[in-house]
């Protein structure tokens, strides 16, 4: 996705299109789980709670889990790592790191 | 609005308070790094002169000179308008699958070797030596060794260049450069796409721009493009590792 100074889309909608594309380019329709990095979302969009509503916009079941993770400049970081963590424990087979 | 929202970071009642931000506290950084190692105020320049040519970058196809790094405005002195990042919109994603099922999905994969977190004093006030990052040293060193892998290894590195000075102390803190030294790899040109290390090769937070929650996974996503030979005119020759 292009970075802009501004996006025509919200952030959920934004996440969700970017999450779609990775999921295309790996051939697959379904994911374990989501982990979103977000700084943010809720301080300049007024949006809490990106993990579970991007995970919902991409029309991924409710099963997967939409997580959230905010660590000031790791917050992209943080999320990648969250979702290594699951793929390697086991935890999930297929897990996608989404930052917007 | 993102700088005060930002700064929240930071202590409420003792920094924000009396007005510190993000870019004043890496004005301190800065201010410290250049008196202790006794630098000239120019010794950070190339950190902003680096990569362009990135096509989904904020300043596309951009080129920076000296002169116009030295002669942009001050934000925060010695932090001038090109030692800073933009922030910016932007959202990325990545999947991970465990590496043994990776081809079934893309005849492309890049493997994650390993990955590991560390934390440290935030305020800069606090630890014993506010130049060095220790926990991006301690990170980084636990995760070479689970990889199995030395700073040599490593082809690229996407570094957090949220401003020069950033940039510069990470590169020590990894140990890319002893303490003072991380400066002459910008101006050895020894960050460029093909010197010694290169850093922020699709342009970095400076020229891709800063959307902050997503710009680490736009990281990863270049150190694939860099890794699988899909980088373009920034293609760093025979990429093998790259280091997040």
């Known amino acids: 996705m292009p970075v802009r100074k501004q996006q025509g889309d919200n952030l959920r909608t934004l996440g969700a299109k970017v999450v779609r594309v990775a999921m295309r380019d790996a051939r697959i329709r379904e994911v374990d789980g989501l982990f979103c990095g977000n700084m943010l979302g809720d301080e300049l969009q007024g949006q809490k709670h990106l993990g579970a509503l991007i995970a919902d916009e991409?029309?991924?079941?409710a099963r997967n889990r939409g997580a959230r993770r905010t660590v000031c400049f790791a917050t992209g970081a943080a999320a990648l790592r969250m979702t290594h963590?699951?793929?390697?424990?086991?935890?999930?087979?297929?897990?996608?790191?989404?930052g917007v | 609005m993102v700088t005060p929202a930002l700064a929240k970071a930071l202590g409420a009642e003792n920094k924000v308070s009396v007005g510190d931000t993000m870019i004043s506290k890496n004005a301190d950084l800065m201010r410290i790094y250049l008196q202790r190692h006794d630098a000239p105020e120019d010794a950070l320049v190339g950190f902003s002169v680096n990569a362009k040519h990135n096509p989904i970058a904020l300043f596309r196809g951009r080129s920076v000179t000296t002169r116009e790094v030295l002669s942009s405005r001050y934000i925060h002195a010695p932090i001038r308008l090109f030692d800073c990042s933009p922030n910016c919109n932007g959202a990325a994603a990545v999947v991970l699958v465990p590496a043994d099922e990776a081809?079934?999905?893309?005849?492309?994969?890049?493997?994650?070797?390993?990955?590991?977190?560390?934390?440290?004093h935030f305020r800069i006030d606090d630890p014993p030596d506010p130049l060095m990052f220790e926990a991006a040293r301690n990170s980084a060193r636990a995760a070479f060794r689970r990889a199995n892998v030395n700073l040599e290894d490593v082809s690229l590195f996407e570094v957090h260049d949220t401003f020069s000075i950033t940039a510069c102390l990470l590169l020590e803190a990894v140990g890319f450069a002893p303490a003072g030294q991380g400066c002459r790899l910008a101006a050895d040109k020894e960050i460029r796409l093909h010197g010694k290390i290169p850093i922020a090769t699709m342009g970095g937070l400076k020229a891709r721009g800063h959307p902050i929650g997503a710009t680490a996974i736009y990281q990863a996503c270049e150190i694939v493009l860099q890794l699988t030979g899909r980088a373009g005119k920034n293609q760093v020759r025979n990429a093998k590792a790259g280091l997040l």
């Open chain 1, 58 to 61: 991409a029309g991924l079941l």
């Open chain 1, 85 to 98: 963590m699951v793929v390697a424990s086991g935890e999930a087979d297929r897990a996608v790191a989404v």
């Open chain 2, 103 to 120: 081809r079934v999905y893309s005849s492309h994969p890049v493997q994650i070797l390993a990955s590991s977190v560390a934390t440290d």
